[in-house]
């Protein structure tokens, strides 16, 4: 088992910029390739943005290519999302997630633990 907690949602205004936090505890966090998803209200969970295990890899969805980047500390056990140039179709829940084996980074099926959440809201 994995378990992930999410921190650093808020509310800032357009332009504004914002880091995400995902701890992980359980087993070996460098062992596990994660992502970050994200659901507005009415609509599916997307992805966001993933890396691999050693965090060598990054995908990014083309709506935050540019704004956003993830990252990862092994040794302190957490994942980050750096958002910046925030707009207000960014607002939504977060959610990190954790992946081990074969990896198809953006397909939110693959990933095996999942974070409760944590909302941003962008104000225009």
């Known amino acids: 088992q994995v378990q992930l907690v999410e921190s650093g949602g808020g509310l800032v205004q357009a332009g504004g910029s914002l880091r995400l936090s995902c701890a992980a505890s359980?087993?070996?966090?460098?062992?596990?390739?994660m992502g970050w998803f994200r659901q507005a209200p009415g609509k599916e969970r997307e992805f966001v943005a993933a890396?691999?295990?050693?965090?060598?890899?990054?995908f990014y969805a083309d709506s935050v290519k540019g704004r956003f980047t993830i990252s990862r500390d092994n040794a302190k056990n957490t994942v980050y999302l750096q958002m910046n140039s925030l707009k207000p179709e960014d607002t939504a829940v977060y959610y990190c997630?954790?992946?081990?084996?074969?990896?198809?980074?953006?397909?939110?099926?693959?990933?095996?633990?999942w974070g409760q959440g944590t909302q941003v809201t962008v104000s225009s």
């Open positions: 997630a954790a992946e081990r084996g074969r990896w198809v980074p953006n397909n939110r099926d693959e990933y095996d633990y």
């Open positions: 359980g087993r070996t966090f460098s062992n596990y390739h």
């Open positions: 890396i691999s295990w050693s965090g060598g890899i990054t």
